[in-house]
C-alpha cells in the first residue's frame, strides 16, 4: 500500500533581490504573486521517495546536494530519493550565477531553510493514497523557437565566429523566416493523489513550455506554472491540497511565437493567465476517466553518469581573453550591439574553471506503473517524445537535481543556435545527450 503527503511553503524574496534568467541581472521591484516550493512525500514501507517543484530559474547541484544530504539527515530519505527541481520561470529569485545574471547570497541561504522546513513538514503526517496516470494534448501552446532562415540572413555564432544555419528567436527578422524546425511534444501528462476517502491530496502535472516571460521587468512572478496551479486547485475545489506543473523537455519550445505572433493578448501576464488556466481545465476534465490504483509500489533507479566538457580552440579562448580585457562589464546593456560577443567572451574565460568531465545525475521513479524521468539540465523535444516511447505512463522532468544548461541532440550542434552557443549553461560535449537518453531509456526499460 502507498502512504504519503503534500505540503508547500513560501519562498517569495523580498523587494531588491536579484532576479536571473536573461542576459543580464534585474532585481525584484514588485511582487505579482506569490513563490512556493511544494513537495509530494511517498512511502510504500520499503521505499520512500520525496518529489519538490520549486518557483525558480534553476538550482545547481553545488547548491542542491548539501540540501539533500540534510533533508536525509532530516528525515531519513537518501538523496538518490529525493527529485528536486526548477520550474524555470524567469522571474524569481537567483541562486545560481548564469550569464550576468548573478546570484543572490541572502536569497540562497533564505531558500536552503525554506526547503529544509518543507521536508520537514511534509514528512510529519501520512495518508494511505491512491494514484492515477493521465494526458491531454495541448500543443497550440507551443512553438519551436530554431528557426530556418532565408539566405539573405546571415546569423552569427558569437562563440565560433561563424554563420548558424537556424536562428533563434529572430526578433526584428521574421520576414526572413522558412519554417520551424522541430515539433514540440503537446501532451500535459499528469499524476493524481488522493487518500482512501477521496480526497484529494495532490497533483504534478509536466508540460514542454519552457516558459512565458510576459511580466514587466524587475516583476516577482511564478509565470504560467502559477497560473495552471492556483485554477486546478479552485476548479477541484480542494484548497489544502498541493497542485505543482513541472517543465519537460522545452529545451527548444517557447511561445514566442514570430509566424502567428498575434494569437495571444498582449497586457502583463495575461498570456501566463490564459495559457495555465487553459491547461488547467484541459486537465480537469480528464480527472474523472482517470483509473486509480490503490495499491502502488515504488521503485527507482539513480546513477551519476560521466559527461565531458565541450573544447574550444585555443585562437578562441584567447580571443575571448583579449575582448573580456578591453569589455566595462558595469557598463554593459541590452542595447549594445556586440552584446553577444561581450557575454560569451566571458563565459569562455569562465569555462576554464569547469572540469573537463562533470558527474551528470540520472533518475527514474516509478509510482505504481507510471514512471518518471528527472534530468538535470535543458533537453529537447526529441529526447522527450523518444523516452517517452519506452513507457505509456513516463514523462520527463528538466531542470532537476541539477543545472548544467541545454543538452540538445548531437544534430543540433550542426544547425547551431543560441541553445548550442558554448557557455556555463551549454558547455557539454556534443554526445552527452545520447549518452544521457540511453542511460535513462535503460532505466525505463528495466522498470517495466
Known sequence: MLFGNSAQIDITP???????????????????????????????????????????CVMKRDFLDPIKKQIHQLTGIAPAQQLIASTHAHSTGSV?????????????????????????????QEHALKVAFGKVSKPEHLTCRRYKMDDTYQPQNPVLKTVDAIKTNPFGAEEHILQRTTVPDPEVCFVGFKDLDNRWVGLLANYNLHYVGDCERGTITADYFGYFARKITGLIAAPDMVCMMSNGTSGEVNIWDFIEGDRYPKEYHAKSELIGEDLAMAVFENLASLVWDEDASLGLAYEELSLNKRAISPSLLAEAVKLVGLTDYEAVSYTDADLYDKVYAREQVLLTDVPEEIQFPVQCFRIGSIRIGGLGGEFFSASGKALKAASDSYFTICMANDYVGYVPPKEEFENGGYETWRCRSSFLAENSEEKVRDCLMEMIRKSN
Request: glycine share 4%; hydrophobic share 50%; charged share 25%.
Open 14 to 56: 523580498t523587494l531588491g533581490t536579484l532576479i536571473n534568467g536573461e542576459f543580464t541581472s534585474r532585481y525584484a521591484r514588485k511582487i505579482a504573486d506569490r513563490l512556493f516550493a511544494k513537495a509530494i512525500y511517498l512511502n510504500d514501507r520499503n521505499t520512500a521517495m520525496l518529489l519538490i517543484m520549486v518557483d525558480i
Open 96 to 124: 545560481a550565477d548564469l550569464l550576468m545574471g548573478h546570484v543572490d547570497v541572502a536569497y540562497r541561504h533564505f531558500l536552503e531553510k525554506q526547503l529544509l522546513e518543507l521536508a520537514k513538514q511534509v514528512v510529519q
